[in-house]
């Protein structure tokens, strides 16, 4: 995930301090200013990441979602070795592979029904950015070649290229390279806490999936190509979700416009609510399905297109290839990758384990709304997040220069808990969020330890206040 300049320069005091502020040489392009070093990491543990002095850490957001499965997950790493040691590559174009057929019949299974083609990248970015391209090339081949644009959510986060940033909402992440960025309209995210409508529970009348339609309209539909939509917003959001009426609102509205619904599960794909995929609750049926992350187990750079049948019968009857494809597409460890990580969930029970830890998480992290900062706490699954504000009955957000998510995630990896922080969800430029998204193998007393280390921490940051 991309970082905004605030997330950087928390990770450069937290480094600073792991390296005791010594000075080492490294040949690596640093992500950070050069002068800082990053803890050297040396071993994994389950829901813990131990570092070359031993120091450990509560790995509260597998990273940035990616180690689903914790560190060093028993027998994902022996299958990759195991093949690698068979066949290193085959070309995408000469040949298809045993892992690569597996995992897109593992895939095509678990999906929704009609969901019955995969597509395997490197990334959610590529990912995202193929299902831009599948979107184009769908109406290209039904005779609709104006329909180019793609419509997403304000303050969302989609990817790092430039397709995907297009699509992102979160301005602090589109900033500096907005001159690049394609001219793809924004809706409103149903952002309850904020409702930009000003509803309530009573009153909702989803005016915010209503306001798609609107969109639709403006540009015209002749225009539109597709809508992506995440379940389970990442950090930029904290954890917004999105409900089952929401999403089937959005479903209808899609349907009357020829408009493809692209589902973004980076986040919310592969077990992270205590299903397979986060649409399954709302019965939506999507026509693109993107997952990234934990699909690799956290060994291999990863993404993954899945596509309803008729999505692929477009191509299919056309006889058309599709226009787009990477080195790397669809490569063999990649398949073996997401073979052993869905048979590791299978196997483990993890949706049943993700589902009971997830209410122990709700349960344990309500507590957390009578800390002064916290004006709101969401999200579902293995994700919560906790937002952030100055005044909680105004909502009034920090001011940014105060970079307070940040002070609050330095607090908590102080603590020996490692959170993911956001920015930008309430104007763009401010609202604060901190967001906890366990690896699936965690424990309660794992739980407890990171929700009483964010207590703690936002605690401390409220006294400084
Ligand atoms: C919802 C969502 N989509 C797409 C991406 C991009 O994935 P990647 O960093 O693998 O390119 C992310 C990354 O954080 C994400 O959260």
Partial sequence: MALTDSEVELKISLNQEAAGGAQRASAVFPKFPASYQLPVAASGDGAWIVDTEGK????????????ILGHSPAGVGEAIAAQAAKLNFAYSGDFTTGPQEQLARM???????????????????????????????????????????IISREHSYHGSTVGALSMTGSLPRRMPFEPYLLNFPKISPPYCYRCQFRADESNCVLQCANELEIAI??????????????????????GLTSS?????????????????????????????????????????????????KGLGGGYLPIGAVLAHERVHKAFEEANASVVHSESFTGHVLLGTAGVAVLEFIEKNDLLEHVAKLSQYLEASSARLADCSLVGDIRGR????????????????????????SERVAKAAAAHGVLLLTGNGAADGV????VVMAPPYVATETDIDLMVSALEEALNEVAAQI
């Fill in 430 to 433: 401010n609202g604060d969020t």
């Fill in 381 to 404: 699954g293995l994700v919560r997040g906790v937002e952030l504000v100055a005044d909680k009955k105004t909502k009034r957000p920090f001011d940014r220069q105060e970079r307070v």
């Fill in 56 to 67: 450990r850490y509560l790995d509260g957001s597998g990273g940035v979602f990616v180690a």
């Fill in 217 to 238: 309209k403006t540009v015209g539909a002749q225009y539109v190509s597709a809508f992506i939509v995440e379940p389970v917003a990442g950090a930029p959001l904290g």
């Fill in 244 to 292: 089952p009426a929401y999403m089937r609102r959005i479903r209808e509205i899609c349907d009357r416009y020829d408009v493809l619904l692209i589902v973004d599960e980076v986040v919310s794909g592969l077990g992270r609510t205590g299903s397979w995929f986060g649409i399954e609750e709302s019965g939506v049926t999507p026509d693109l399905i993107t997952l990234a």
């Fill in 107 to 149: 895939l095509t299974a678990i999906a929704p029904k009609g969901i019955e083609k995969a597509w395997l990248t490197t990334s959610g970015s590529t990912a995202n950015e193929t299902a831009m391209k599948l979107s184009r090339q769908y109406h290209l081949l039904r005779g609709s070649p104006e329909k180019v644009r």
